[in-house]
């Protein structure tokens, strides 16, 4: 096990040091100046060249190539990650650590409610393959997973929101009320309220896959020589599914999470745009629109090794969780 845990964690080593370097060379071979970009958002009129000049060595562009990387690489990993170009005296790492509260509550939520839904109705849909229940689900599952994100999201809008009458069943947009209310309760409301149309959007978009994979891992499983035994044996058909064939049909979903990490935030972005969640999805978009530099090449870090990072924790979980993994 030790020797797992060394051999993939050096690889991830490596992927995140491909990652920096990548994230250096790509903001470096964008088109404009960000001197320049860093005052027309201040301005709104191109600024004197003794000004874009000062700005660049502020900015530490003006260095040698092998400088900047070297800077680049120190300020990474001591959190000097700059600051923002149109929001002003803020620090890069401050504005993504607000916004990534609201998204680790919008993704954790949903993933743990598709996880559930996506384990009970594969287990389901395996046990009674072939029936009404099974490819009933499969379908409903698969239309929406066929449907754009964001395209789902909308549509849920209009029907919670905007047709189902005068009530309004849940709020259209935003992450809380403005102003939010104070009273703690409240106020817990206010963002539950808020936070389930988007989750919702996510639980549907996400179920269909989770639930194909468990589906298709347990009908394996089924056919084991344990299960079998078990059955032999007497023991209920509910005994069998929790005590002996669920439990072992759930390793592949360490993989799967880890997997359908990039495929998640993506998702988030989209949603967090149509609901106007204020997110590290909607601050993707509105930094892309604002040409912001420093908020982006912070982004793409964060998501990057979020990914890494996930993959990583996957494989030694599953290498805890099944014995029988050996790796090459």
């Known amino acids: 096990m030790r020797r797992v845990i060394v051999k993939k964690s050096t690889n991830a080593a490596a992927a995140i040091l491909l990652i920096l370097i990548a994230n250096?060379?790509?903001?470096?071979?964008?088109?404009g100046d960000p001197a320049t970009q860093f005052f027309r958002s201040a301005q709104g009129a191109r600024p004197s060249e003794e000004l874009?000049?000062?700005?660049?060595q502020i900015l530490g562009i003006g260095d040698p190539i092998h400088v900047q990387l070297g800077k680049y690489l120190v300020n990474t990993f001591t959190g000097e990650w700059g600051y923002s170009f149109f929001r002003k005296s803020q620090l890069v790492?401050?504005?993504?650590?607000?916004?990534?509260a609201w998204t680790l509550l919008l993704v954790g939520t949903s993933t743990l409610i598709t996880l559930w839904l996506g384990i009970v109705i594969g287990a389901m849909s395996a046990w009674?393959?072939?029936?009404?229940?099974?490819l009933g689900s499969l379908g409903v599952g698969f239309f929406f997973y066929s449907m754009p994100t964001f395209w789902l999201g909308l549509l849920l809008v209009v029907l919670f929101h905007r047709t189902?009458?005068?009530?309004?069943?849940?709020?259209?947009s935003g992450a809380t009320s403005?102003?939010?209310p104070t009273e703690p309760l409240a106020l817990t409301v206010d963002v539950l309220s808020h936070l389930a149309l988007p989750v919702i959007t996510l639980v549907l978009v996400q179920l269909a896959g989770i639930t194909?994979?468990?589906?298709?891992?347990?009908?394996e499983v089924l056919t084991e020589d344990y299960v079998v035994t078990a059955k032999a044996k007497g023991l209920s058909d509910?005994?069998?599914l929790k005590r002996h064939a669920i439990p072992n049909a759930r390793l592949p979903m360490v993989t799967v999470i880890a997997l359908n990490l990039a495929f998640i935030v993506t998702g988030a972005i989209q949603v967090e745009t149509v609901f106007n969640y204020d997110g590290v999805g909607l601050l993707t978009v509105e930094a892309f629109q604002d040409s912001d530099y420093p908020v982006l090449q912070g982004l793409f870090l964060i998501l990057t090794f979020a990914v890494v990072i996930a993959n990583l924790v996957s494989d030694f979980v599953y290498a805890y969780l099944d014995p029988r993994v050996r790796f090459e």
Do not use: C, N, W, Y
């Open 93 to 100: 790492t401050d504005i993504i650590a607000q916004k990534a």
């Open 128 to 134: 009674r393959r072939g029936k009404a229940f099974d």
């Open 212 to 219: 194909l994979i468990m589906r298709s891992s347990l009908i």
């Open 24 to 31: 250096f060379v790509l903001f470096r071979v964008l088109p």
């Open 164 to 172: 189902l009458g005068v009530i309004r069943l849940f709020p259209g």
């Open 238 to 240: 509910r005994q069998v």
């Open 52 to 56: 874009i000049e000062r700005q660049r």
């Open 178 to 180: 403005i102003p939010p």
